[in-house]
């Protein structure tokens, strides 16, 4: 139920936008989320973006997940 | 997919689980309140890959599970009414209410139509300008502030027949009743990943502050909930409970401030009922006074029946976390997905669909692996 999925916004048109996930393109609504861009991932749920991706977390976590799968203790860096 | 694919690594999952392993020296107890995370760990067989020392619960983080037998059976007479089109999630249709249910009041030749969107049955009131639309409000923090946005979308685009039936329910009071029931002790709380996309870490500071609860918000990922569990018992082993974030790319801790004001805009707090854990004070959200023309229970008059109960049905205690699926009477030889009797069942993510399709501590079914 609260299931939401990332996807990839293609254009902005107003309150709506086209995202992309894996194969399938939708029109979305981002009232939620007004300031995004095309280029932004966005976290969809029911035909709503709930919130924008943070890409560089996303990134400094998987760093995180490698250095605590290699020893490290701490999840702080 | 990106922001997924990477997060299924199964070789960075058998590390992360010998550091658990390593690092875990005392009992403890964690709940991951939300369904999804439930789906996860059994999916992946999570369960199995901890070592003894950790317990996992089930949480009561399933919207579909918690609507009460009263509120479902209100929704339920709106499809019985002439002229109205009831729009729901689909994995409301097949939950049983005290006499009936959604897809058997669509047997009978009621309208109720499956949508993906609040957006969705916006424009079906669009199309059926004779017809009222009532969208079933169902759903946590995640979703209230897209069924709000579609009450201001109808509301600036002048659809008079769109209403909502608000059965929303929020987490925090939840978490906060069980507790206080003294029914569960707990360590540590996986906290639900999209609810807090939108209302951020800080409302769970009081778990942590007054309860003495160690809180780390997960992704839905398999190394997200082992990261998640992985810091949550380095909080205990260390004694000192706090909230944290695992799901970063997600989760801020303030939240998504325009999904919040949305949301609050349109409604405000009330009491609500849970299935299994009773009246909630400040739990549910109700349309406010300036949008009470979208409130389908202030517009349309339906009476509904005392509520009931399936007979033997557990899922009450289920939701609570006091019983498991396997203390259940019902469980695999009355209750399965084909023919449900309670909501625990019905829903991809309740407990009981959980145990039913992944079994429990891996003994029924392979798992996908990480």
């Known amino acids: 139920m609260c299931l939401a999925i990332p996807a990839l916004v293609k254009s902005v048109d107003g309150l709506s936008a086209e995202v992309e996930f894996g194969e399938v393109s939708r029109q979305i609504s981002i009232w939620l989320t007004p300031d995004v861009k095309p280029g932004d991932y966005v976290l969809l749920h029911t035909g709503y973006s709930i919130n924008v991706i943070d890409e560089d977390e996303a990134k400094e976590t998987l760093k995180l997940l490698e250095e605590a799968a290699s020893g490290s203790d701490s999840w702080t860096g | ?370």
């Not at chain 2, 009041?105 to 949508?115: F, L, T």
């Not at chain 2, 608000?166 to 999209?194: F, Q, T």
């Not at chain 2, 303030?254 to 004001?261: H, K, P, Q, W, Y």
């Open chain 2, 1 to 370: 997919m990106r922001f997924i694919d990477e997060y299924r690594n199964s070789e960075l999952g058998e590390r992360l689980v010998d550091r658990i392993h390593r690092r875990s020296r005392k009992p403890v107890r964690l709940m991951e309140f939300c369904g999804g995370h439930t789906v996860t760990i059994f999916k992946h067989g999570i369960r199995q890959l901890l070592p003894p020392t950790i317990e996992m619960l089930s949480g009561p983080g399933c919207p579909v599970c918690v609507t009460a037998n009263g509120d479902l059976d209100k929704a339920i007479a709106l499809a019985r009414l002439p002229d109205v089109v009831v729009a729901t999630f689909g994995d409301m249709l097949k939950v049983p209410g005290s006499y009936s249910s959604l897809q058997e009041v669509r047997a009978e030749g009621g309208d109720v139509r499956i949508v993906y969107s609040a957006l969705d049955a916006i424009h079906i009131a669009q199309r059926n300008p004779d017809k009222a639309v009532v969208m079933l409000g169902i759903g946590f923090e995640t979703t209230a502030p897209t069924i709000a946005a579609s009450v201001l979308e109808a509301s600036r685009g002048g659809v008079g027949n769109y209403y909502v039936l608000s059965m929303h329910k929020l987490c925090p009071p939840v978490i906060k009743a069980l507790l206080d029931s003294g029914e569960v002790r707990l360590d540590g709380l996986v906290c639900p990943g999209h609810v807090s996309a939108v209302i951020g870490s800080r409302p769970y500071d009081f778990l942590a502050r007054d309860y003495g609860i160690a809180c780390v918000v997960s992704g839905f990922e398999p190394l997200d909930v082992l990261q998640c569990v992985d810091m949550l018992v380095a909080q205990i082993e260390a004694g000192k409970p706090a909230v944290e974030i695992a799901y970063r790319r997600g989760v801020k801790p303030e939240g998504n401030e325009r999904a919040l004001e949305t949301m609050w805009t349109v409604f405000e707090r009330c009491e609500a009922n849970w299935r299994g854990i009773g009246e909630v004070p400040g739990s549910g959200l109700r349309l406010r006074e300036e949008y009470q023309r979208f409130d389908a229970e202030s517009v349309f008059e339906i009476e509904v029946p005392p509520p009931r109960e399936a007979e033997g049905c557990i899922c009450g205690d289920i939701l609570r976390g006091v019983k498991t699926p396997l203390d259940c009477k019902l469980f695999r030889r009355v209750c399965n997905p084909e023919h449900p009797v309670g909501p625990c069942m019905v829903s991809s993510e309740g407990t009981c669909s959980a145990y039913y399709l992944y079994g429990d501590n891996g003994s029924v079914r392979a798992q996908e692996p990480i």
